[in-house]
């Protein structure tokens, strides 16, 4: 009991540097400054003519609509996006031994599953408000992303190929131990003409404005939330991490008290 104890006040501690970091990147969100594409151009332009360009950088949130000439293709759904992410998961069969309480030896089957191969890209989009358009390079962003396939296929691929739209994958053959059910196919995608918030730093360090990821470890967020929904989501995030830490700790501590008592 006294192990159980600890192990479960070790829990509360994990979540405790979890919230901690939690709290941090939701400062951060709050610090920065809302404003549009307008607003930018002309700060941007004033600071040019004071000290010259290149030298200004700002962490600020936009709020506007994606746009683009020429849109990823999902590999699977063929969905025109600006990032995608896709997983295929094999699910399986394994038989696994365990002893029951009179220390038999039994055998059950436990269904399992692995991912076996994932990938994700994304390109610089154009952010359009009402007052202007602006780059955006979304390169090391968290993306808020609409899950459009999530399939379960029960097949065993001809050849050993599975394929799905203009995916492809070779999958080897080593799982002797194992019976495959089938191969689940997941896509994630963010389209294009959705309106996102743009939480980033803003730079005229390459001659025209764009947001980039920042320097200094601050978040850098594309969210289908408004403002106003990703600070309630991070509130409640935060106090479901507060109350598992305290209910660990509170938990753990009483098993270690009566561990030492008993």
């Not at 006040?9 to 941090?24: C, D, E, G, N």
């Not at 990147?25 to 700060?43: G, I, M, N």
């Not at 991490?241 to 098993?255: N, R």
Request: aromatic share 10%.
């Amino acid at each position: 009991m006294g192990i159980f104890g600890f192990i479960i006040v070790a829990i509360a501690l994990i979540l405790f540097f979890v919230k901690q970091a939690q709290t941090k990147s939701h400062s951060s969100v709050l610090l920065a400054r809302f404003t549009d594409v307008q607003e930018l151009e002309s700060t941007c332009q004033a600071i040019t003519e004071d000290i010259g360009g290149g030298n200004w950088r700002d962490y600020v949130k936009l709020w506007g609509k994606i746009t683009i000439d020429e849109p990823l293709i999902s590999e699977m759904k063929q969905e025109p996006c600006v990032h995608y992410r896709m997983l295929v998961q094999r699910e399986y069969e394994e038989k696994v031994r365990s002893q029951d309480s009179e220390g038999k030896t039994v055998e059950k089957t436990v269904r399992k599953s692995e991912t076996i191969t994932q990938n994700q890209r994304s390109i610089p989009f154009i952010l359009e408000d009402k007052t202007g358009a602006i780059t955006i390079n979304p390169e090391d962003a968290k993306f808020d992303t609409i899950k459009i396939l999530d399939e379960f296929r029960p097949e065993q691929p001809a050849g050993g190929m599975l394929q799905f739209g203009n995916f492809s994958f070779l999958v080897r053959n080593n799982n002797y131990h194992t019976r495959t059910l089938g191969y689940r196919y997941q896509e994630f995608i963010l389209p294009i003409h959705r309106e996102v918030l743009i939480v980033g730093n803003v730079s005229d360090e390459t001659g025209s404005l764009k947001i980039t990821k920042p320097m200094d470890n601050q978040p850098f967020l594309i969210s289908l939330k408004t403002e106003e929904e990703l600070n309630s989501d991070y509130q409640k995030n935060q106090n479901i991490l507060k109350y598992s830490m305290i209910s660990c700790f509170v938990i753990g501590f009483i098993l270690i008290l009566v561990n030492v008592i008993t």
